[in-house]
């Protein structure tokens, strides 16, 4: 089994599933002792900002505040550089504990050892 978890989510409320599916993985991931680093892209960027997660909702899901809350509290959530200009966000506009990186960190994060990506 690998021992990190890079996932990249490229999907916001425009397909709620596949972005509630990769918080949730993300989530239970970190539950269950594992190195996780989650990455914002697209759409998903939007929950790098506050309040912006309580907005988002899909029957039958956990809360994606809550969902950030856990990878926050034992993991790593990444907003993508390039989407972040593209949507005028800046560090000063993002949730306490989110970076803003670019392609090099995340290619150099997803082909480390014992690592397994996933993008949704």
Do not use: N
Not at 42 to 47: D, I, K, L, M, P
Not at 55 to 70: G, M, N, S, T, Y
């Amino acid at each position: 089994m690998a021992k990190k978890l890079v996932i990249k989510v490229t999907a916001g409320a425009d397909a709620p599933e596949r972005c509630s599916q990769a918080f949730t993985v993300a989530a239970v991931a970190v539950a269950s002792g594992v190195e996780v680093s989650l990455w914002l892209t697209g759409e998903s960027a939007w929950f790098a900002l506050p309040g912006r997660a309580a907005e988002f909702e899909l029957p039958h899901a956990a809360p994606l505040p809550e969902l950030i809350d856990a990878v926050l509290a034992g993991g790593r959530l990444t907003l993508c550089t390039q989407c972040a200009a593209r949507r005028d966000i800046t560090e000063k506009d993002v949730i306490e504990g989110v970076r803003i990186a670019g392609a090099q960190v995340f290619v150099q994060e997803s082909l480390a050892d014992d690592t397994q990506a996933l993008v949704y």
